[in-house]
Nanobody
Framework: QAQLVESGGGLVQPGGSLRLSCAVS????????MGWYRQAPGKERELVAA???????NYADSVKGRFTISRDNAKDTVYLQMNSLKPEDTAVYYC?????????????WGQGTQVTVSS
């Protein structure tokens, strides 16, 4: 059973927008932070945006001013709003949850959703 499920990926034209969603299972406890990562073909997976339990956010320089990470605790969902998309944003986007319980650390990864920016 998947504990993180991404959705919202697809094909979009340059300059367009997409909103990715990550549904978090209530079976995942004590989440310290969540993030969105992406991996393009032949490239290393990189952090795109992260949000802490306290609501602090940070972004990769390449997406600052264009992407926004947010969460809806009532829906147990994390979002990545992507605006002004560029072809170089094309990648598989993964949701990640980091947990810390009594000093034990564990990471959960979603299956990924494809984002393609092309005319």
């Amino acid at each position: 059973q998947a504990q993180l499920v991404e959705s919202g990926g697809g094909l979009v034209q340059p300059g367009g927008s997409l909103r990715l969603s990550c549904a978090v299972s209530r079976g995942i406890f004590s989440i310290n932070a969540m993030g969105w990562y992406r991996q393009a073909p032949g490239k290393e997976r990189e952090l795109v945006a992260a949000i802490t339990a306290g609501g602090s956010t940070n972004y990769a320089d390449s997406v600052k001013g264009r992407f926004t990470i947010s969460r809806d605790n009532a829906k147990d969902t994390v979002y990545l709003q992507m605006n002004s998309l560029k072809p170089e944003d094309t990648a598989v986007y993964y949701c990640k949850a980091d947990t810390v319980i009594a000093g034990y650390r564990r990471s959960y990864w979603g299956q990924g959703t494809q984002v393609t920016v092309s005319s």
